[in-house]
């Protein structure tokens, strides 16, 4: 993260990986979180309710993540487009789907050379907005229409066909209050293992045995290692972090 321009902003893998935590802790299934983390990442990104959302957005997310989605053919839908499909979410959050619609658009690209995907039933529709950043991992671009309190169109767009919000993460990072930012940090991390001597017994390349001696402690690559930590009842106490215009 970054405080030297006094503006704080934190980096993609800090974003992904918060998200991703707090959506374990809320115990979504692994093979829900990268997709859902990345919505929310993205939804931060381009202004959405991002981070300042996240924390009451995670039971809408919950409460949807037992509903399927229904496919159907476009052709006389509701809002007079055709040739493309329609997707009924059953109610539930748009970052829940926004995987699910970039996956639609690329296969009736690919099929088609045209698409688009009508969203009905879809919970907060502006937050689909991030398929536009979505998409974008298959070279494709796309644009979303909010067309009412529960729905929204996608269409394949000629712009935006490379990673740019990706990429646009990784060298500006986003830009987020500080307060929120560690509140959801501290928050995040309840989905670990409490810090504690037992905990660290067998972590990483360096072993603590039960009777506090250290296995490959003594090892080369070891020797400016400070072992101290291993044996210490807690490494952070709760309430800290880091201070100053850093860069870490």
Wanted: charged share 25%; glycine share 10%.
């Amino acid at each position: 993260m970054s405080t030297a321009s006094g503006e704080f902003r934190v980096t993609l893998r800090e974003s992904r990986m918060v998200i991703e935590r707090l959506l374990q802790f809320k115990g979504m299934d692994p093979g829900r979180r990268w997709p859902v983390a990345d919505a929310g990442m993205f939804s931060a990104s381009l202004g959405l309710s991002g981070f300042a959302g996240l924390e009451a957005t995670l039971d809408l997310l919950m409460a949807g993540c037992g509903r399927l989605s229904h496919i159907g053919d476009g052709q006389g839908a509701a809002d007079g487009r055709t040739g493309g499909l329609v997707l009924d979410a059953a109610g539930k959050h748009a970052w829940l789907v926004a995987e699910e619609v970039s996956d639609l658009l690329t296969d009736l690209a690919r099929i088609r050379g045209d698409a688009t995907v009508a969203i009905q039933s879809v919970t907060h529709p502006e937050e689909l907005k991030v398929v536009s950043a979505i998409v974008q991992k298959h070279g494709l671009g796309a644009v979303v229409e909010v067309t009412g309190t529960d729905s929204a169109v996608a269409r394949l767009s000629l712009a935006g066909a490379e990673p740019r919000e990706l990429m646009r993460i990784a060298e500006e990072r986003i830009a987020v209050d500080p307060d929120l930012w560690w509140h959801l940090f501290h928050l995040s991390n309840e989905a670990q293992a409490p810090d504690t001597r037992l905990s660290r017994m067998h972590t990483g390349s360096v072993m603590m045995m039960e009777d506090g001696s250290l296995v490959s402690a003594d090892e080369e690559e070891f020797e400016e290692m400070d072992v101290t930590m291993l044996e210490r009842e807690k490494l952070v106490e709760a309430g800290m972090q880091d201070e100053g215009d850093s860069e870490c």
